[in-house]
């Protein structure tokens, strides 16, 4: 008696907690469709992303469903209630079928998402690379004049003679080098002028110069470009691949168990009608 307890205690166990694995998925699945959304194709590739990583949880409930039927089998005398093997079974086999359709379907979303990532990041560095010849062209005609190229020489001579003036000071020279406030950058650049003097005069023709500074600044914005889409294709590399293969592997395994289950289901019904023929 005891036994027969615990054999129908542990069986209703399973098959609750497989039945109510199975429909919070499927709860899952209609709280996340809605509202659908079916030509964006960033909610696709979200609700698709979804769907792969709580894909296990309706796997795990057809396991512990089965599993509750099968302590059944031990104890012919007790009731096993709803048999709910073959809309599982089916249930797997439809969800292969979606897991299937994920697999290009999420690899060609990825992929028009990053196309228009690669886009947008390249219309933002050309913007950005005509604001910057725009700007060299306004001060170029500004510092034509021979008034703008004297003030111009006259800040360079300033500045000269500030850092002459650091470099031939050991004690305030040691005192820069040594001031943590001071940014490494910045220490490296008094190092090279202290070794080389004419590597200031070069550097203060440099930050002085107009067309100098704003190839600088292109140069940065291209450099800037590159690394955006390169962050861009990596990120939808990684997810796209991550992403596909557990679909594919979803829907490997959903397709065995519902094929393979609903084969054995025709199986045991045709022998059970042959023998019943025979009798």
């Given at each position: 008696m005891v036994n027969r307890l615990a054999t129908v205690n542990t069986s209703r166990t399973l098959k609750v907690v497989g039945i109510i694995l199975i429909l919070s998925f499927l709860v899952d699945v209609l709280i996340l469709s809605f509202p659908p959304r079916p030509t964006d194709e960033r909610w696709l590739v979200g609700l698709i992303t979804a769907f792969?990583?709580?894909?296990?949880?309706?796997?795990?409930?057809?396991?512990?469903?089965?599993?509750?039927?099968?302590?059944?089998?031990?104890?012919d005398s007790s009731p096993s209630g709803v048999d709910l093997r073959l809309p599982a079974l089916i249930l797997s086999t439809i969800l292969g079928f979606v897991f299937l359709a994920f697999f290009p379907l999420h690899l060609n979303s990825v992929r028009q998402i990053t196309d228009g990532d690669v886009k947008q990041v390249?219309?933002?560095?050309?913007?950005?690379?005509?604001?910057?010849?725009?700007?060299?062209?306004?001060?170029?005609a500004?510092?034509?004049?021979?008034?703008?190229?004297?003030?111009?020489?006259?800040?360079?001579?300033?500045?000269?003679?500030?850092?002459?003036?650091l470099l031939k000071d050991d004690t305030r020279y040691k005192q820069a080098i040594e001031n943590p406030s001071i940014p490494q950058q910045q220490k490296d650049l008094l190092k090279k002028f202290k070794a080389d003097p004419?590597?200031?005069?070069?550097?203060?023709?440099d930050q002085s110069d107009p067309t100098q500074l704003a190839t600088q600044r292109l140069t940065q914005i291209r450099q800037d470009k590159?690394?955006?889409?390169?962050?861009?294709?990596?990120?939808?590399?990684?997810?796209?691949?991550?992403?596909?293969?557990?679909?594919l592997l979803l829907s490997i395994g959903y397709s065995i168990i519902g094929w393979t289950g609903?084969?054995?289901?025709?199986?045991?019904?045709?022998?059970?009608?042959?023998?019943?023929?025979?009798?």
């Open positions: 792969v990583d709580r894909g296990i949880v309706p796997m795990v409930g057809l396991g512990m469903l089965f599993a509750g039927h099968w302590v059944d089998s031990f104890d390249e219309a933002r560095a050309e913007q950005a690379e005509g604001q910057v010849n725009s700007q060299l062209q306004q001060v170029q500004r510092l034509s004049s021979d008034q703008a190229k004297a003030q111009i020489q006259k800040q360079r001579d300033q500045v000269k003679a500030q850092f002459t003036e004419k590597a200031l005069d070069k550097f203060i023709a590159e690394a955006a889409i390169k962050r861009a294709k990596d990120s939808a590399f990684k997810s796209g691949l991550r992403v596909s293969i557990s679909s609903l084969r054995s289901k025709g199986a045991t019904s045709g022998g059970g009608k042959r023998k019943a023929t025979a009798r």
